[in-house]
T-cell receptor, first 113, second 116 residues
Framework: GESVGLHLPTLSVQEGDNSIINCAYSNSASDYFIWYKQESGKGPQFIIDIRSNMDKRQGQRVTVLLNKTVKHLSLQIAATQPGDSAVYFCAENSGGSNYKLTFGKGTLLTVNP | GAGVSQSPSNKVTEKGKDVELRCDPISGHTALYWYRQSLGQGLEFLIYFQGNSAPDKSGLPSDRFSAERTGGSVSTLTIQRTQQEDSAVYLC??????????????FGAGTRLSVL
């Protein structure tokens, strides 16, 4: 079946560097995407979302890019801080569903001081 | 409340016992979701509630799993005759409305279930 997947399961960066976390999705009918951050022992925390009618959306220190042509999503974190260390999940609204999210397996981001 | 609340935070049980996991969503959120997260894995959708009804139960792994929601608020996920493969973190989320293309789900901290 169609699913959301991640290119890199782990990413290690130096404090202050920019981080890029990638995600591939295969369901072309999905039209809404979300990035979540999950710290150890906690539930996923909403970071940023984007609809399919947009290519780019910026938040505080984070930017999400959507390339519908190659079905690729990325999360960019500027000036990465130790507090950014966590597992990051991308999720899509499964085939355009108005309630069901399909999650990728996650990327572990480690920020070295 | 301020966020989604789940209880207990940890539950250890013996194989064959029944367990109940509770979720208290954000006040005013009409949609509620249950997910299961196994070690090092993504989130697996279990069930979705809109109000007190469950239009989609497709993710429940077996008939040992059931969930209910009363008063459009608190939900309980029940696992009967637990098996070791049921060990996982069970996450609950809620959203303001589900019938929208923009559906931010807010998650609780989860219940870590260990079946011995």
């Amino acid at each position: 079946g169609e699913s959301v997947g991640l290119h890199l399961p782990t990413l290690s960066v130096q404090e202050g560097d920019n981080s890029i976390i990638n995600c591939a999705y295969s369901n072309s009918a999905s039209d809404y995407f979300i990035w979540y951050k999950q710290e150890s022992g906690k539930g996923p925390q909403f970071i940023i979302d984007i609809r399919s009618n947009m290519d780019k959306r910026q938040g505080q220190r984070v930017t999400v890019l959507l390339n519908k042509t190659v079905k690729h999503l990325s999360l960019q974190i500027a000036a990465t801080q130790p507090g950014d260390s966590a597992v990051y999940f991308c999720a899509e609204n499964s085939g355009g569903s108005n309630y069901k999210l399909t999650f990728g397996k996650g990327t572990l981001l480690t920020v070295n001081p | 409340g301020a966020g989604v609340s789940q209880s207990p935070s940890n539950k250890v049980t013996e194989k064959g016992k029944d367990v109940e996991l509770r979720c208290d969503p954000i006040s005013g959120h009409t949609a509620l979701y249950w997910y299961r997260q196994s070690l090092g894995q993504g989130l697996e959708f279990l069930i979705y509630f809109q109000g007190n009804s469950a239009p989609d139960k497709s993710g429940l792994p077996s008939d040992r799993f059931s969930a209910e929601r009363t008063g459009g608020s608190v939900s309980t996920l029940t696992i009967q005759r637990t098996q070791q493969e049921d060990s996982a973190v069970y996450l609950c989320a809620s959203s303001l409305v589900a019938a929208s293309t923009k559906n931010i789900q807010y998650f609780g901290a989860g219940t870590r279930l260990s079946v011995l």
